[in-house]
């Protein structure tokens, strides 16, 4: 049996880069490979996350002031979270070469050039000739790189074994720019079941409540979640460091990533405009409320394409107010079965494409 080593966002101080990277690791190690998360630290994307106080530009002096107690804190809880539970391996190009077979990237935004400057570690373009190359549901953007990056693009592209991807978005990147045309598959966090993610989930101290997990600040979805709560009785809890702190509401600013699943796990009501927050809410079955249309950040293709994947339609968040009328009835008899559809599909391309390097 073949050694395994993954390269992906495991060390961002982010709950859905957390989630892809231990579901991963998981759901190869259930197919019986020695799994590690090899360790490469991309300077770009611990400098957004690391809790730093900058005097230069003096304008974030007094909020980084104000907000770095609790990112310190998240970042710790991070820290320890992804030493116990990914334990990842270190990264040295010569040692990685002669200790793994196969290669995988993915999942998440590994190949969104805005967030990884366009490193090409994360193309697996430091793996020697003698070794393979998979992509699992990675993820681009919908930019494309620059003219002067595109070959440096088309060559990893080309040199990879096999390619899966999240998002017909993305698919549409590798098939534009190598010719290629890769799989689509789920998001790593639906390879594991729902009582997987329980038994991974840390302890709640609360109950009765809507959980709100923002990428960034959405007045709308703070808006919403106070109506929802002023209609349902619930508590609002809100799971994210530095979220605007508008109303009344329980503020979970440093929860490690396993505690994060239990507040996922237990909420009543979840309200959203992440992709994550979107795919945890369906693996527990939750009513659930998602903002896809983000004023800073334009529309969220990423969670549309998912929706849709399910045939999930009139959950979308429009206003701050939320009136029950406004939304479709969630049958999750049928939605799981969709989930499990693809779920199955997805594993069925992991275990073809790894078989097939297995043979080599």
Same mark, same amino acid.
């Given at each position: 049996?073949?050694?395994?080593?993954?390269? &992906?966002?495991?060390?961002?101080?982010?709950?859905?880069?957390? *989630?892809?990277?231990?579901?991963?690791?998981?759901?190869?190690?259930?197919?019986?490979?020695?799994?590690?998360?090899? $360790?490469?630290?991309?300077?770009?994307?611990?400098?957004?996350?690391?809790? &730093?106080?900058?005097?230069?530009?003096?304008?974030?002096?007094?909020?980084?002031?104000?907000?770095?107690?609790?990112?310190?804190?998240?970042?710790?809880?991070?820290?320890? /979270?992804?030493? $116990?539970?990914?334990?990842?391996?270190?990264?040295?190009?010569?040692?990685?070469?002669?200790?793994?077979?196969? !290669?995988?990237?993915? @999942?998440?935004?590994?190949?969104?050039?805005?967030? +990884?400057?366009?490193?090409?570690?994360?193309?697996?373009?430091?793996?020697?000739? +003698?070794?393979?190359? %998979?992509?699992?549901?990675? /993820?681009?953007?919908?930019?494309?790189?620059?003219? #002067?990056?595109?070959?440096?693009?088309?060559?990893?592209?080309?040199?990879?074994?096999?390619?899966?991807?999240?998002? =017909?978005? &993305?698919?549409?990147?590798?098939?534009?720019?190598?010719?290629?045309?890769?799989?689509?598959?789920?998001?790593? +966090?639906?390879?594991?079941?729902?009582?997987?993610?329980?038994?991974?989930?840390? +302890?709640?101290?609360?109950?009765?409540?809507?959980?709100? *997990?923002?990428?960034?600040?959405?007045?709308?979805? @703070?808006?919403?979640?106070? @109506?929802?709560?002023?209609?349902?009785?619930?508590?609002? #809890?809100?799971?994210?460091?530095?979220?605007?702190?508008?109303?009344?509401?329980?503020?979970?600013?440093?929860?490690?990533?396993?505690? #994060?699943?239990?507040?996922?796990?237990?909420?009543?009501?979840?309200? &959203?405009?992440?992709?994550?927050?979107?795919?945890? @809410?369906?693996?527990?079955?939750? =009513?659930?409320?998602?903002?896809?249309?983000? $004023?800073?950040?334009?529309?969220?293709?990423?969670?549309?394409?998912?929706?849709?994947?399910? /045939?999930?339609?009139?959950?979308?968040?429009?206003?701050? %107010?939320?009136?029950?009328?406004? !939304?479709?009835?969630?049958?999750?008899?049928?939605?799981?079965?969709?989930?499990?559809?693809?779920?199955? =599909?997805?594993?069925?391309?992991?275990?073809?494409?790894?078989?097939?390097?297995?043979?080599?």
């Amino acid at each position: 049996m073949k050694h395994i080593g993954i390269i &992906t966002f495991h060390r961002a101080v982010n709950y859905g880069a957390f *989630f892809q990277a231990y579901a991963l690791k998981e759901a190869l190690k259930s197919l019986g490979y020695t799994v590690d998360i090899i $360790d490469y630290r991309s300077n770009k994307i611990e400098g957004v996350y690391y809790p &730093t106080i900058r005097i230069k530009p003096l304008k974030y002096f007094p909020l980084d002031l104000l907000l770095y107690s609790s990112r310190r804190k998240k970042w710790d809880s991070f820290k320890d /979270c992804v030493d $116990d539970k990914l334990q990842p391996a270190d990264f040295d190009v010569n040692r990685v070469n002669k200790e793994y077979d196969i !290669f995988i990237t993915g @999942s998440d935004q590994i190949w969104n050039y805005s967030i +990884t400057g366009n490193d090409r570690r994360y193309y697996l373009d430091f793996v020697d000739g +003698t070794n393979r190359r %998979i992509s699992y549901a990675a /993820c681009s953007d919908k930019f494309f790189p620059s003219e #002067a990056q595109l070959d440096n693009v088309r060559e990893d592209l080309l040199r990879f074994d096999e390619i899966s991807v999240r998002d =017909e978005q &993305t698919a549409h990147f590798v098939k534009k720019i190598s010719g290629r045309e890769p799989a689509i598959v789920l998001d790593p +966090t639906f390879l594991l079941a729902e009582r997987q993610w329980k038994e991974f989930a840390g +302890t709640v101290g609360q109950e009765n409540y809507i959980l709100v *997990f923002s990428v960034g600040y959405s007045e709308r979805l @703070s808006d919403f979640a106070h @109506s929802l709560a002023a209609k349902t009785g619930k508590q609002v #809890a809100f799971l994210n460091s530095g979220f605007k702190k508008k109303g009344r509401g329980i503020y979970l600013d440093a929860l490690a990533p396993d505690a #994060a699943v239990g507040y996922f796990m237990n909420a009543d009501y979840v309200v &959203t405009n992440s992709f994550h927050g979107t795919a945890m @809410s369906l693996i527990f079955a939750k =009513e659930f409320f998602v903002e896809l249309d983000h $004023d800073k950040k334009g529309r969220n293709l990423r969670v549309e394409d998912m929706l849709s994947r399910f /045939c999930i339609k009139g959950r979308e968040i429009k206003s701050g %107010i939320y009136n029950n009328e406004d !939304f479709d009835t969630l049958d999750y008899e049928v939605i799981n079965n969709k989930i499990a559809t693809h779920r199955d =599909e997805s594993r069925d391309w992991l275990v073809m494409a790894l078989s097939r390097l297995d043979e080599v």
